[in-house]
């Protein structure tokens, strides 16, 4: 999936990681995520991104021993702040916290002593704190800089593409990326835009957008067309996100070398959260099958109940895959 990152200058740098010391959220089908890890005492588990470590407080409680790893050095230093010190002594000692790309999870988990893992979860949906907190325009509802940068030492921002790149590379992006079926159209939109001004700010693209689908709408129902606006606002933010983070080669590549750290009977839990990252697990997984040594344990994803939805709306879109490493000897 990747060759369009890379062409952008987006392909990742290996970094070794800097080790902290781990803040607490409503973590998505939770129960399922800890039963499809089958977590017990003194075992090695790692959350790939850590958050609001949600996950990781659970898997502590149960005795396990964790490494967190987040890109966002603010997530870390939230969670620092306020969840590492809610544990006792003998809790603390069971974490560690890592900064680094879950992609280079081989290397991350290799130099924290966890090269040899009973499980890991990897939960790809934004943070409240990125969201609401971060500053970097990750949201469409505040007006703040086009950023979107997980990594702040990363390059490329998301108004770095919208001012550079040429409108069959930015097609490419929303078309692949979002699917948006007014692609084309909202790409002609900002190339107009940005001959004027360039575009900086969250509430300048959400704008260009709105324009776009009032012009191309053939509904006069403002309800419709006001959900129509806000899910392709949502779409177009999702693709320039992708992209700037390069996230689905990462997800790929993280998924191949984290199959090389488990032991037998370890396994991979993935929550997803729109179509373009469950088809990455999904075929990844399938890979990983076809070649022998693990096997899917979820034939379809497992989703959230009306339940977890009423009180977690972030769940409403999740998609749970799992999958266990085995020997031929089992």
């Known amino acids: 999936m990747g060759g369009v990152s890379e062409r952008f200058g987006l392909k990742d740098k290996i970094t070794m990681p800097m080790i902290l010391s781990s803040d607490y959220h409503q973590p998505v089908l939770l129960t399922q995520v800890l039963n499809a890890l089958q977590i017990e005492p003194g075992k090695k588990y790692i ?61 991350l988990a290799n130099v924290s002593g966890f090269n040899a893992i009973d ?36 390059k490329i921002k998301a108004s770095d593409l919208l001012k550079n790149l040429n409108r069959e590379d930015l097609y490419e992006i929303f078309s692949k990326y979002s699917e948006e079926l007014n692609s084309r159209s909202i790409v002609e939109a900002i190339i107009r835009a940005r001959t004027i001004k360039k ?31 806000q899910r392709t606002v949502a779409r177009i933010f999702q693709a320039l996100r992708i992209v700037v983070n390069n996230e689905l080669d990462n997800l790929k590549d993280a998924l191949q070398k984290v199959n090389k750290i488990l032991l037998p009977n370890g396994r991979i839990v993935v929550l997803s959260y729109h179509s373009l990252e469950d088809r990455e697990v999904k075929l990844s997984f399938r890979e990983m099958e076809r070649d022998g040594g693990f096997r899917i344990i979820t034939k379809s994803p497992i989703m959230a109940n009306y339940s977890e939805i009423k009180g977690n709306s972030k769940s409403r879109s999740a998609k749970l895959r799992i999958g266990e490493k085995y020997t031929y000897e089992q």
């Not at 050095?73 to 809610?86: D, I, R, Y």
């Not at 700010?201 to 006069?220: A, P």
Request: glycine residues 10%.
């Open 199 to 229: 575009i900086n700010k969250v509430g300048e693209l959400v704008e260009i957008i709105r324009t776009v689908i009032i012009k191309e709408s053939k509904t006069k129902d403002m309800n419709i067309l006001n959900r129509n606006i």
């Open 47 to 107: 959350d790939a991104t850590l958050g609001g470590g949600g996950y990781t407080v659970e898997i502590i409680k149960k005795g396990g021993r964790v490494l967190g790893i987040d890109i966002d050095q603010a997530s870390l230093e939230h969670f620092q702040k306020n969840v590492l010190e809610k544990f006792n002594l003998e809790e603390k000692q069971r974490i560690k916290i890592v900064n680094g790309n879950f992609r280079q999870i081989d290397i």
């Open 119 to 154: 499980g890991v979860v990897f939960d790809l949906g934004m943070s409240t704190n990125q969201l609401e907190k971060s500053g970097r325009g990750f949201s469409y509802q505040r007006d703040e800089d086009l950023d979107m940068r997980m990594d702040i030492n990363s």
